[in-house]
C-alpha cells in the first residue's frame, strides 16, 4: 500500500508536466491558428493551416502529455495538413483523415498511448454503450433540429466523406485527447471529479463557442450545447469505463449523424 | 467514498426503467397534446424525477432533470423559434425549472440522509465488532474487511501505534511513511493522487484516536475522497481508536483476570497442602512429644518407686537424659520455626569457631553409631564466624536425618572443608534412598516430608527448614543433591574468619 512505503508530502507534477520538448511546437500551433483565423490567407491555405493548427496543435499537446515524442506529435500535425489540403483537391481527399487514427491506433496498440487512457484490454461493451449514447443525444439532435430549424437527413457522398472525414480524423480525436485524455486526468489527480470535469467540459465547449469557422449564431449556440453534453457525457463514459474509447464510439456515431442533417 | 447501501430501496434495480418510462410516457402526453409548452402533462415530470431523487439521490435527480429538460427541448424550441418568448413558454419553462429545482433538493437531502444513515450503520457495525471477546489481531483483520467492504474503497490498513499493521499484503508501516507520520502527529493527511496509477488514487489517513492520544491511523486509498468522506474518515479515526482501546483494555482485564483466578487457585491449593500438612504436623508433634514423656514418665516412676543397682540408675538415667535431649531439641525447633513463621530470623552469638571442634563435638553425642559415621576434615582449616549452639544444631539435625534415613549398615561422611579463601563447606553424605526430583525443591520447606520419607522414619518436616533458617542467618548457603537409590548430600557453608 501506497501510504505504508511513501512519506506523506507529496508535490504534485506541474501541470504542463511533459511540454518541455513540444513546447515550441504547441506555440508554433497556436501562433498558425491565430494567423488562420485572422482572414489574412487564401481561404484554402487557411483552412490547411487552421487543421493543422488548432487540431494538429491539440493533438500534440495531448500526444507529448502522454509521453509520445515531439516527432511522433510532428507526424500527426503533418498528416492533419495533408489531409486537409487533399480535400482541396478533391472531396474524397477526406478519406487520408483515416490515417491520422489509423497511426494513433498504431500507438496505442504498441501501448504508447495508455497513458492518456487507450490502450489494451480495449472495452469494446463500453465502447458499444457509448455509441449508444452518442446515437441517443443523435436523435436528440434530429429532433430538435428538424422541428425547430426545419432541418432533414440527406446524404450527399460529396459533402460527408469529407466533412466526416475531417470529424473522424481530427475534430474527435483532438477533442477526447487533449479534453478527456490529457485536461481531464490531469484536472482529476487533482480536483474532485466532478470539478474536473466542469472545467473540461466548459474548455472544451469554449472551443466551439469561438470557434470562427461556424457560420450563424444559432449554430454556435447549438454547436455549443451538444458539445457541453457530449462532453459531459464521454466524461462520464471515461470515468466508468476508464478508456477513451466508449467516448470515442458515442463522439464518432453522433458527428456521423450530424453530418447527415441538412437544411431544408 | 461512501459507506455502500446494504438493501437499499426495494426493487432499485427497475426503478431506471420506471423513470424513463416515465419520463418518455409524459413526454408523449405532451406530444399527444399538440407539443404544447403549457400542457399540463408537463406537471408530470415531477413524478419521474422526484422518484429518481428518491430512490439514488442527487446524482439520480440531477439524471432525471437533465433527461426531462432534453425531452422537454424539442417541445419548447420550436415555440421559442417561431414566437420568442411567450407566456406558454415561460410556464414551461418555470415548471422545469422547478421541477430541477425540487428534484435536487430532494435528491440532495436523500443523499445526506443516505449517507447518515450508512455512517451509522458503520459505526454500529464497528462498534459490534470491537465489542467482540476476540484477540485484537483477528480484530483488526475483520474490523479491516469490514472497512473495505462498506466504505467501496481500494484498500484499507490499519496501522498500530505499537508497531502492529493489519494490510491487505501484510506489510508493515515503515517509519518515514504517511502512515507512520500520521500515527505520531495524530493529525489526519489526505493525498489527492499517488501518481502511480493511470486513474487517480486519493490517500486518507487519520489519527486513531484513543483516550490518551493518538493510538495508530487509519489510511485508506480510494477513487474519491469528498470533503464528506474526509470529515467521515476522522470520524470513523475516532470511533476505532476508542473501541480499539476499549478492545485492549477489555482483553488486558480479561488476561488479568485470569491470572489472578490461577494466582487464587494456586494460593489455595497450596493453603490446602499447608493445612494437611500442619495437621500431619500437630499428629507427628504430639507423638514425638509422647515418646519422650513416657520414657521419662515410665522411668521417673521407677527410679522413684523401686531400687537399681548403681549400675542400673546409671543406664536408666542415660535414657532420661537422651530422651530429654531429644525432647528439648523437638521444642527447640518449635521455638525456631514460630519465629521464623512470624518473620523473624533467629538470634545468634557468634564467635570465632574451629569447625573440627564442632564436629567433633557432634561427633561424640553420635557415638553410639560408632562405625557408621566417617568424618573428614581438611588440613588446617581456618576458623569460622559462627554460633557454636546453631552450628551444633544444624550437624546435629542433618547428621541425625541422615542416619535415620539410611540403611543400618551403610555409612554417612561428615566433612568439613575450605572453599576459596573466606569460606568453609561442611558436608553430610549419606547412601540412603535418595530423595526424589519433583521433592528436591521442597525438602526446606517446614511440614515438608518428601514422598515415602514418614513411612522410612519418624520425623516432624521442621529439621532442614531450621538449617536453612541457620545457615542463611549466619550469611551462609545450603544445598542439596541427591540421587534416588545412591544417597543424598546436604552441604552448607560459614563464613571462615582470617587467622
Known amino acids: ?264 | 467514498m461512501l459507506p455502500s447501501a446494504r438493501g437499499g430501496v426495494a426493487g432499485a434495480s427497475l426503478l431506471p426503467i420506471v423513470v424513463a418510462a416515465l419520463l418518455a410516457a409524459t413526454t408523449t402526453g405532451i406530444a399527444l397534446d399538440g407539443a404544447d409548452p403549457a400542457s399540463p402533462f408537463r406537471h408530470l415530470y415531477f413524478l419521474p424525477v422526484v422518484l429518481a431523487a428518491f430512490a439514488f439521490g442527487l446524482a439520480g435527480a440531477a439524471l432525471a432533470g437533465l433527461g426531462a429538460v432534453l425531452l422537454f427541448a424539442p417541445v419548447v424550441l420550436p415555440d421559442v423559434e417561431r414566437h420568442g418568448l411567450t407566456a406558454e413558454v415561460g410556464e414551461a419553462l418555470v415548471t422545469l425549472m422547478l421541477v430541477l429545482v425540487v428534484g435536487t433538493i430532494v435528491g440532495a437531502l436523500r443523499t445526506q440522509t443516505h449517507r447518515q444513515s450508512q455512517r451509522l450503520s458503520l459505526l454500529v457495525a464497528v462498534q459490534k465488532l470491537l465489542a467482540r471477546d476476540d484477540e485484537i489481531e483477528i480484530l483488526l483483520r475483520r474490523l479491516r474487511s469490514l472497512l473495505v467492504a462498506r466504505l467501496r474503497v481500494h484498500d484499507v490498513a490499519i496501522v498500530l501505534a505499537d508497531g502492529g499493521c493489519v494490510s491487505a499484503t501484510g506489510e508493515d508501516a515503515r517509519p518515514s511513511s504517511l502512515a507512520a507520520t500520521v500515527t505520531r502527529a495524530g493529525r489526519a493527511i489526505f493525498v489527492a493522487d499517488t501518481g502511480e496509477h493511470p486513474r487517480p488514487c486519493r490517500v486518507g489517513a487519520v489519527p486513531l484516536i484513543g483516550a490518551s492520544g493518538p493510538v495508530g491511523a487509519l489510511v485508506v486509498e480510494a477513487d474519491a475522497l469528498s470533503a464528506a468522506d474526509r470529515a467521515d474518515l476522522v470520524t470513523f479515526g475516532v470511533y476505532v481508536g476508542l473501541g480499539l482501546e476499549h478492545a485492549r483494555l477489555v482483553a488486558r482485564q480479561r488476561r488479568a483476570a485470569e491470572e489472578l483466578d490461577a494466582k487464587v487457585a494456586e494460593a489455595t491449593r497450596h493453603l490446602e497442602e499447608m493445612d494437611r500438612a500442619k495437621s500431619t504436623f500437630i499428629a507427628i508433634v504430639s507423638h514425638e512429644l509422647r515418646t519422650p514423656l513416657t520414657a521419662l514418665l515410665g522411668f521417673g516412676e521407677l527410679l522413684a518407686t523401686r531400687d537399681f543397682q548403681a549400675g542400673e540408675v546409671h543406664r536408666l538415667a542415660g535414657i532420661i537424659h537422651r530422651e530429654t535431649e531429644r525432647l528439648v531439641r523437638l521444642v527447640d525447633d518449635l521455638v525456631d520455626l514460630s519465629r521464623l513463621e512470624r518473620g523473624g530470623a533467629p538470634t545468634l552469638r557468634r564467635t570465632r569457631l574451629c569447625p573440627e571442634r564442632a564436629i567433633e563435638g557432634v561427633a561424640e553425642i553420635f557415638r553410639d553409631a560408632g562405625a557408621r559415621l566417617v568424618f573428614e576434615c581438611g588440613a588446617a582449616l581456618p576458623d569460622v564466624d559462627a554460633d557454636p549452639d546453631a552450628v551444633d544444631r544444624i550437624l546435629k539435625n542433618l547428621i541425625s536425618n541422615a542416619l535415620k534415613y539410611s540403611p543400618p549398615s551403610a555409612s554417612v561422611r561428615v566433612a568439613a572443608d575450605q572453599e576459596g579463601l573466606r569460606r568453609v563447606r561442611f558436608t553430610v553424605e549419606d547412601r540412603g534412598p535418595g530423595i526424589p526430583p519433583t521433592a528436591l525443591p521442597h525438602v526446606f520447606e517446614p511440614y515438608y516430608r518428601a514422598p515415602g520419607a514418614a513411612g522410612a522414619a519418624r520425623g516432624t518436616g521442621l529439621g532442614l527448614a531450621v538449617v536453612k533458617a541457620l545457615v542463611e542467618a549466619h550469611g551462609g548457603e545450603v544445598e542439596v543433591t541427591s540421587e534416588v537409590g545412591f544417597g543424598t548430600r546436604i552441604s552448607f557453608t560459614l563464613a571462615a574468619l582470617s587467622s
Not at chain 1, 491565430?34 to 499537446?61: E, F, I, R, S
Not at chain 1, 434530429?142 to 446524404?155: E, M, Q
Not at chain 1, 454556435?220 to 453534453?229: D, E, T
Open chain 1, 1 to 264: 500500500m501506497w501510504a505504508l512505503r511513501h512519506p506523506g508530502h507529496v508535490v504534485p507534477l506541474p501541470f504542463v508536466a511533459g511540454w518541455s520538448d513540444a513546447r515550441a511546437l504547441v506555440i508554433g500551433c497556436a501562433a498558425a491558428g491565430t494567423v488562420a483565423a485572422a482572414n489574412v490567407l487564401p481561404p484554402d491555405v487557411a483552412a490547411v493551416v487552421g487543421v493543422a493548427a488548432v487540431h494538429g496543435g491539440l493533438l500534440a499537446a495531448a500526444l507529448t502529455w502522454g509521453g509520445v515524442t515531439t516527432t511522433g506529435a510532428g507526424i500527426v500535425i503533418a498528416l492533419l495538413a495533408l489531409a486537409r489540403a487533399l480535400v482541396a483537391l478533391h472531396p474524397l481527399g477526406g478519406l487520408a483523415y483515416l490515417v491520422v487514427p489509423l497511426w494513433l491506433a498504431f500507438l496505442a496498440g504498441a501501448g504508447r498511448l495508455s497513458r492518456l487512457g487507450l490502450g489494451r484490454p480495449w472495452p469494446w461493451d463500453a465502447a458499444a454503450i457509448g455509441a449508444l449514447a452518442g446515437a441517443a443525444l443523435a436523435l436528440h439532435l434530429f429532433t430538435c433540429a428538424s422541428r425547430t430549424l426545419g432541418y432533414g437527413i440527406r446524404f450527399d457522398a460529396a459533402a460527408f466523406i469529407p466533412a466526416f472525414g475531417y470529424d473522424l480524423g481530427a475534430n474527435i480525436l483532438s477533442g477526447e485527447l487533449f479534453f478527456r485524455g490529457a485536461v481531464l486526468q490531469h484536472l482529476w489527480r487533482r480536483w474532485s471529479f466532478g470539478v474536473a470535469l466542469a472545467v473540461a467540459s466548459a474548455a472544451a465547449t469554449l472551443r466551439y463557442a469561438i470557434d470562427p469557422f461556424v457560420a450563424t449564431p444559432e449554430l454556435r449556440i447549438g454547436a455549443a450545447v451538444y458539445m457541453a453534453l457530449l462532453a459531459v457525457l464521454n466524461g462520464a463514459l471515461y470515468r466508468w469505463s476508464g478508456s477513451l474509447l466508449p467516448g470515442l464510439a458515442a463522439a464518432t456515431v453522433f458527428f456521423a449523424c450530424y453530418r447527415l442533417l441538412a437544411a431544408g
